[in-house]
């Protein structure tokens, strides 16, 4: 299946700061899931927003989804070195019941 | 959610050998899904473990090269088979309970080939 986008593709912050990741899809969905994951480790997931929502909060995490764009956003507020890593989305799509597509993933790095 | 564990975590194997990579799951889950993360990229969905049955591949991965079994709704396995460079990778169960849900992924075992 295709894959997502996701923009930027690395982000370089200082801690303290927000960071926005993007992405954007082409298939109509019934989710998006938003993970990190940490040096090429499992992924751990973060927030999941159904295809009838479009913000979702999650402590210093809001994913924000606009399906006539075919996008989502994932906003970390304060950032902290802690936070530097990799960010996925990934959607399912149709009747793909669980097959998730995932985005290209934006790598973080927070600097202290 | 489900605790999933994944076993090898980490192995390095011989060109033309085989490896295969266990999924346990502490409860019964509707759907496992196996991943292939290549160096540096993202991941890709490699097939979908059907409990009692064969695998649903997608498009670009064969059962003879990734035998998948899944005996009950707890475990599965994948078998990556004659390896050769282009297969070191990361490889991920995942599994998901229901429409809507959370999809949670193993730690992952990265494989590489001499």
């Known amino acids: 299946s295709q894959q997502g986008e996701e923009d930027p593709q690395a982000l370089s912050i200082q801690e303290g700061e927000n960071a926005t990741m993007n992405c954007s899809y082409k298939?109509?969905?019934?989710?998006l899931q938003w993970y990190r994951q940490n040096s090429g480790r499992g992924l751990v997931h973060l927030i999941l927003?159904?295809?009838?929502?479009r913000e979702k909060h999650s402590g210093r995490l809001r994913v924000t989804l606009d399906t006539s764009k075919k996008s989502s956003s994932l906003l970390i507020t304060a950032s902290r070195a802690a936070d530097t890593a990799s960010y996925f989305c990934a959607y399912a799509g149709g009747t793909s019941y669980g097959k998730l597509t995932f985005g290209q993933g934006t790598i973080l790095t927070v600097h202290p | 959610s489900a605790v999933i564990s994944q076993k090898p975590s980490r192995d390095i194997c011989q060109r033309g050998t085989s490896l295969t990579i266990q999924c346990q799951v502490d409860s019964q889950v509707t759907m496992m899904f196996w991943y292939r993360q290549q160096p540096g990229q993202s991941l890709t969905l490699i097939a979908t473990?059907?409990?009692?049955?064969?695998?649903?591949?997608e498009s670009g991965f064969v059962i003879d090269k990734f035998p998948i079994s899944r005996p009950n709704l707890t475990f599965s396995t994948l078998t990556v088979s004659n390896l050769s460079p282009e297969d070191s990778s990361i490889y991920l169960c995942s599994v998901v309970e229901g429409i809507n849900q959370p999809q949670h992924f193993g730690d992952g075992t990265r494989l590489s080939i001499l």
């Open positions: 298939t109509s969905i019934n989710n």
């Open positions: 927003i159904r295809s009838n929502e």
């Open positions: 473990a059907n409990q009692g049955s064969e695998a649903t591949y």
